[in-house]
């Protein structure tokens, strides 16, 4: 409350309004879509639009109520980016953004020529759910086998948007390998072998994953000499003949696909 002189003038107190002052970028924050660990100014995932808010304050921290006001978001990193703002017209902006390329961004979020309090942010972008029908096969044994010989192929085991999944636990799971005569619709018994050490794919440039546990991975951006991306699987087939061969994930995988062939 204001102290108040002895002899007021007439008709005082007044009313006084006070309006914030314009905006200021220093001080104008940013605030994620959740608190806990793994929100949208930290980690993103592939094909997945992610939001955030930007709360415009003026100069001594005072919320501004109207808007109107030009803020601009962008992501350098593994690709280019730009941000959709959409304006409540109560100071506040809603921020939409969609990464489709697994690796680290610089989200800067600018007003003028200012970036905001804690522009730029590091962002973390992971691979979306496997997808075995853009994850490529290689190797002889797709093609020519000897029965009882232990036959061997690869597979790039990637996501929708050709990200590579560098979880092994994600790129292995329920995938098997199934072959049926061309001509007569017999299947030959054959023995997919055990994973060995080497066999997973393993990468030395990650970051731990945060986030819904059905997209479980660690990111990666681009595979290294140092890093081995490939999944390897290992087949023997004791019966001679013309097959048609299937690598695939069984019917109750949540991320059900055949692999491609190249």
């Keep these: 409350t204001c102290a108040l002189p002895i002899y007021p003038l007439h008709k005082s107190p007044y009313q006084a309004l006070v309006h914030p002052a314009v905006t200021c970028a220093s001080r104008t924050i940013a605030t994620a879509n959740s608190p806990s660990p793994g929100h949208s100014l930290e980690l993103a995932t592939a094909g997945v639009q992610a939001e955030f808010s930007i709360t415009a304050k003026d100069l001594y921290g005072n919320l501004k109520s109207d808007g109107n006001e030009l803020f601009l978001v962008r992501f350098s990193g593994t690709e280019t980016a730009s941000g959709v703002v959409q304006d409540r017209q109560d100071g506040t902006y809603r921020v939409l953004y969609t990464l489709t390329k697994s690796g680290t961004y610089a989200a800067s979020v600018v007003f003028g020529a200012t970036g905001i309090m804690g522009s730029p942010f590091r962002i973390a972008a992971q691979p979306a759910r496997r997808n075995l029908g853009y994850s490529p096969a290689v190797g002889e044994a797709l093609s020519l086998a000897t029965a009882g010989a232990l036959s061997v192929f690869t597979v790039s ?56 546990a059905s997209l479980a991975g660690t990111q990666v951006a681009t595979p290294t000499s140092l890093d081995n991306p490939r999944l390897k699987l290992r087949y023997v087939v004791t019966r001679t003949g013309e097959y048609a061969m299937t690598v695939a994930a069984s019917v109750d995988s949540p991320m059900d696909g055949k692999v491609s062939q190249s």
């Design 157 to 212: 085991v990637r996501d929708s948007f050709h990200n590579w999944q560098p979880d092994p636990s994600v790129a292995q799971a329920s995938i098997a390998i199934g072959m049926l005569d061309i001509k007569t619709g017999y299947k030959p018994p054959i023995t997919q072998e055990p994973y060995q050490v080497g066999d997973l794919p393993a990468y030395t440039d990650t970051v731990g994953f945060v986030g819904d």
